[in-house]
């Protein structure tokens, strides 16, 4: 398998409008557990998030791209577990993953909206963070633009996490995942996810001034904006 660059050819299976709706809908069912062991929220909930909030007013994080929902559901459950207020916002403009979200036991901390990070900036809305999991290498050049420049125009920091590009994560997560696989599109899709994404070099090379890249374990890479940084007040 060569993974000396991006193969941007690839499709995912969950990304076909025609796909078997029943695989579709476990998949994003099994999205909870693998992006427990494999996406590192929890630890960038502690050491960048938790921070920033507050047991005396709210704080507002729209995540893009939310998919199965279990994301926003995670952030907003360590917070309210640490005392803390925190709004999330969830949006997907696929119908299939708002179905899905729908469908799920209402969170008083969380709203999920079928609408693009384009369509909130049309709006005029304004958070405190954006976030998003595993959306950037499903992106063309275009849309990765757009999302930057959305998140920007959406709020003064941002947090955009991913996997990083490598034979380790390759070879690590083919058998793993064969664990939760069945009857999904977890297996084949998250090895396609990791042939479309980027490294760490490569993504720095690719960003605009304003946004730093950094490595995370295990095969993480995050993409950070914070526009506050050095602001007195």
């Given at each position: 398998m060569d993974l000396s660059r991006r193969d941007v050819g690839l499709t995912e299976l969950m990304d076909d409008p025609d796909c078997d709706p029943v695989a579709l809908?476990?998949?994003?069912?099994r999205f909870a557990l693998v992006n427990r062991v494999v996406s590192g929220w929890r630890g960038v909930y502690r050491s960048r998030i938790r921070p920033l909030l507050s047991a005396s007013r709210?704080?507002?994080?729209l995540d893009v791209g939310s998919g199965g929902g279990d994301v926003p559901l995670a952030l907003a459950r360590w917070a309210r577990r640490d005392g803390l207020r925190l709004r999330?916002?969830?949006?997907?403009?696929?119908?299939?993953?708002s179905a899905f979200t729908r469908a799920l036991p209402p969170d008083p901390d969380v709203?999920?909206?079928?609408?693009?990070?384009?369509?909130?900036?049309?709006?005029?809305?304004?958070?405190?963070?954006?976030?998003?999991?595993?959306?950037l290498h499903h992106l063309d050049d275009d849309a990765f633009?757009?999302?930057?420049?959305?998140?920007a125009a959406l709020a003064p920091r941002a947090i955009h996490s991913d996997i990083a590009r490598s034979r380790l994560a390759y070879a690590a997560y083919g058998p793993a995942s064969r664990v939760v696989a069945r009857g999904s599109f977890v297996h084949v899709d998250g090895l396609r996810s990791i042939r479309r994404s980027w490294t760490p070099v490569e993504l720095a090379l690719r960003v605009p001034a304003g946004w730093r890249v950094e490595g995370a374990l295990p095969a993480?890479?995050?993409?950070?904006?914070?526009?506050?940084?050095g602001a007195t007040g």
């Open positions: 809908e476990r998949t994003y069912a709210d704080t507002t994080l999330v916002t969830g949006v997907d403009p696929d119908a299939r993953a709203a999920f909206l079928r609408a693009s990070s384009s369509d909130l900036v049309a709006d005029g809305r304004r958070f405190d963070l954006v976030t998003s999991n595993h959306v633009d757009a999302l930057l420049a959305d998140s993480r890479v995050l993409l950070v904006r914070d526009a506050t940084a």
